[in-house]
């Protein structure tokens, strides 16, 4: 049973415009929750995180949004570069195991 | 010098070989992780080394063999696989805290594929 889940595989956005990923969880036990990124023939970095005991979380142009009622996280980048077109995987820690989504890529349209 | 180093990147073999995946990590790092990617799958985690000592083994078939010689090295052998086993294999470390399992930090991937 999938415990994380990002069901859309797939985002086209318009570059300077927002990008929004969602990601839903089952496992109430997460305490940390994570976006890595992935480049074609590269393996998967860590972009930006959140704690289960914050809502929201800004670096730059990536804000992680938690909502523990729903069991969701999303992950907003704005503006949308052509450079952030990558496959992005949600990540959830129980403190002793990740595990992961099946990812959604994301294409910025120049 | 890359922080996870993974080779060989590409390794096509047969189902009677037997082959071995590498990796190293140079962030002084103490647990280290083997993760595979399937097609339109999540990542599955396979097996977890901690300070060298093996601490999860997530059903993984026994054609998969782990080894971990010291911290900074793990290898993965492959001996008779099948052609499902064909996926991205993933080699991770991470320095474990009170907070948990730590950031991952991946390696670029060994692409397997099983004739």
């Known amino acids: 049973d999938q415990q994380v889940k990002q069901n859309s595989p797939s985002l086209s956005v318009q570059e300077g415009r927002i990008s929004i990923l969602n990601c839903d969880y089952t496992n109430s036990m997460f305490d940390y929750f994570l976006w890595y990124k992935k480049y074609p023939a590269e393996g998967p970095t860590f972009l930006i995180s959140i704690s289960s005991i914050k809502d929201k979380n800004e670096d730059g142009r990536f804000t992680v949004f938690l909502n523990k009622s729903a069991k969701h996280l999303s992950l907003h980048i704005v503006p949308s570069q052509p450079g952030d077109s990558a496959v992005y995987f949600c990540?959830?820690?129980?403190?002793?195991?990740?595990?992961f989504g099946t990812g959604t890529s994301l294409t910025v349209i120049p | 010098e890359t922080g996870v180093t993974q080779t060989p990147r590409h390794l096509v073999m047969g189902m009677t070989n037997k082959k071995s995946l590498k990796c190293e990590q140079h962030l002084g790092h103490n647990a280290m992780y083997w993760y595979k990617q399937s097609a339109k799958k999540p990542l599955e985690l396979m097996f977890v080394y901690n300070f060298k000592e093996q601490t999860e083994n997530n059903s993984v078939p026994s054609r998969f063999s782990p080894e971990c010689p010291n911290s900074s090295h793990l290898f993965l052998h492959l001996h008779t696989l099948q052609p499902e086993d064909s996926a991205l294999y993933l080699c991770a470390s991470s320095q474990p805290g009170l907070g948990g399992v730590g950031e991952l930090f991946f390696g670029e991937g060994s692409r397997l594929t099983v004739l």
């Open positions: 990540a959830a820690d129980t403190g002793n195991q990740f595990y």
